[in-house]
């Protein structure tokens, strides 16, 4: 069984920045995507960032793009999302999730197997 535990989230003026991370256990990641969503109150769950083992590459919302950056530790067998010039738009529940499908968009949620318990991130003006 996967295990994924997010970190680093907390509240932030705009034009700040943070790190989330997501710890996976149980489970060495080596192929497959890890993603991260977002869930802001009365919105669907959003797809922000993912980052694939299998090659494809890494992949950005476009609400986001430019500002984020996903990257992974293989040592840690982490994946941190780079967040700067935060936004009061950019305030949700970040989720990060792991995909165990070799090939797929990495965008949809339905695609991701398991699931964090997600990490609080508020921007105020």
């Known amino acids: 069984q996967v295990q994924l535990v997010e970190s680093g989230g907390g509240s932030v003026q705009a034009g700040g920045s943070l790190r989330l991370s997501c710890a996976a256990s149980?489970?060495?990641?080596?192929?497959?995507?890890m993603g991260w969503f977002r869930q802001a109150p009365g919105k669907e769950r959003e797809f922000v960032a993912a980052f694939s083992w299998s090659g494809d590459g890494t992949y950005y919302a476009d609400s986001v793009k430019g500002r984020f950056t996903i990257s992974r530790d293989r040592a840690k067998n982490t994946v941190n999302l780079q967040m700067n010039s935060l936004e009061p738009e950019d305030t949700a529940v970040y989720y990060c999730a792991l995909d165990t499908a070799v090939w797929g968009t990495r965008r949809l949620s339905y695609e991701y197997d398991y699931w964090g318990q997600g990490t609080q991130v508020t921007v105020s003006s």
């Open positions: 149980g489970r060495t990641v080596s192929s497959g995507a």
